[in-house]
């Protein structure tokens, strides 16, 4: 995206990308379909950002949800929201999408070179009319130099290393002075000490119509029982408050509410009633409609066997802690939060300590919620960065 605006502004563009190819990341993240933005109003899809509401405000404001619908159309490709507010490409997936934007950027003049990484500056910052020369790793471990009047960095966060987001940068950065903040897995799934038994029954079983608390936040959705713990959006939409109270040495735990739909008084009402022969499990799903993996999740916290008391099934049902050990890793996480803090870039991400070089996407400390706000929010700061590496060049270098 960042090449796109500079080539539009008539600069003269080379994308250098580590990997054979370019776009892999996009096509991971379209891989179950690709969810480009958001359709709710742009008030309501800033507030997603939380604590980076404030940082990322202009460049979202500049290109939003509906500047991102109409490049995606520009593009050939028609936009469609899903029944969630979700926008996704008509195609479903990134491919067609990606195609033509290759397509595009070659109409434009811009030239890339695969199999290149980015290895740091080849000379220490001097005077901004200076070129800046940047040194390039090839996959042979051989480096050449290259020089160019404005250098625009997305080199990724540290999820899904092998589409190239390694995070190899980091130290990078951090040898030429530059305040950067560990990479940490965001919209992750959590680590959560299962029974053997319980495992070998309901690994890769989806858990329907549920409601997880953490910290007063609560979110409805689904989630998927995996050999580690727990995947799916509820999870993910918590990751910053869970990965905070891990950070702090907490004992965390997520609150499960197996049955959202009904109050306490109304679950406690229908378990008073149940026929003699019943097990716990038919006594659940006669009453509550509630399957095997709910009645066995809720002998899973202590192991012990289940009340057969209606109050204080009740409770358990509304209110059942999983304690959580851990994070997924970085390397399984949709993405990353850490990098780059907003306070070491200017106004138009340029970074303060190397003037002429500047930084967008998950390279910078800012978190997200899955729903369309990564790409977009990832969108909007390659068209600012760009914007604002043309205008320096073309101020710097007229």
Do not use: C
Not at 177 to 184: E, I, P, S, Y
Not at 249 to 270: F, K, N, V
Not at 289 to 309: K, M
């Amino acid at each position: 995206m960042a090449a796109q605006v500079l080539a539009e502004r008539g600069l003269r563009v080379t994308v250098y990308e580590q990997m054979p190819t370019l776009g892999r990341k996009l096509l991971l993240a379209g891989r179950s379909g690709l969810n480009l933005t958001h359709s709710e109003p742009l008030d309501s899809l800033l507030e997603r950002y939380g604590r980076a509401r404030a940082d990322l405000e202009p460049a979202l404001r500049a290109f939003g949800n509906v500047a991102l619908r109409s490049w995606a159309q520009n593009l050939g490709e028609d936009t469609y929201i899903g029944s969630s507010g979700r926008v996704f490409p008509d195609s479903w997936r990134a491919t067609t999408l990606l195609r033509s934007w290759l397509r595009h950027l070659a109409r434009l003049g811009v030239r890339a070179e695969t199999g290149v990484r980015w290895g740091g500056w080849a000379e220490p910052s001097s005077s901004s009319r200076d070129p800046i020369a940047i040194r390039l790793v090839l996959r042979d471990g051989t480096q050449q130099t290259a020089t160019a009047d404005v250098v625009v960095l997305a080199l990724g966060g540290g999820s899904w290393p092998r589409t190239g987001s390694d995070g190899r940068w980091v130290e990078v950065l951090r040898d030429a002075g530059v305040a950067v903040n560990d990479l940490v897995a965001s919209n992750a799934g959590v680590e959560i000490d299962w029974s053997p038994g319980f495992l070998e029954r309901f690994e890769g079983v989806p858990l329907k119509n549920v409601a997880v608390t953490h910290d007063g936040q609560r979110v409805r959705g689904e989630l998927v029982i995996t050999k580690r713990g727990l995947e799916g959006t509820p999870v993910y939409t918590l990751s910053p408050s869970l990965r905070r109270a891990l950070a702090a040495g907490a004992t965390s735990a997520l609150h499960l509410d197996l049955h959202p739909d009904l109050s306490l008084d109304d679950i406690e009402h229908r378990l008073r009633s149940r026929r003699p022969k019943d097990s716990f499990a038919n006594w659940l799903r006669r009453r509550l409609d509630l399957g095997p993996l709910a009645s066995a999740l809720l002998r899973e916290p202590d192991g012990r066997p289940p009340s057969d008391d209606p109050t204080t099934t009740a409770r358990r049902i509304k209110d059942l802690p999983l304690v959580v050990h851990s994070m997924a890793s970085i390397e399984r996480a949709i993405s990353s939060a850490g990098g780059v803090p907003f306070d070491e870039l200017d106004a138009r991400l340029m970074l303060k300590r190397r003037p002429g070089t500047f930084v967008a996407g998950e390279m910078v400390d800012w978190d997200a919620p899955t729903g369309g706000y990564l790409l977009q929010a990832t969108f909007s700061m390659a068209v600012m960065a760009a914007n604002g590496a043309a205008d320096w060049a073309l101020r710097e270098h007229p």
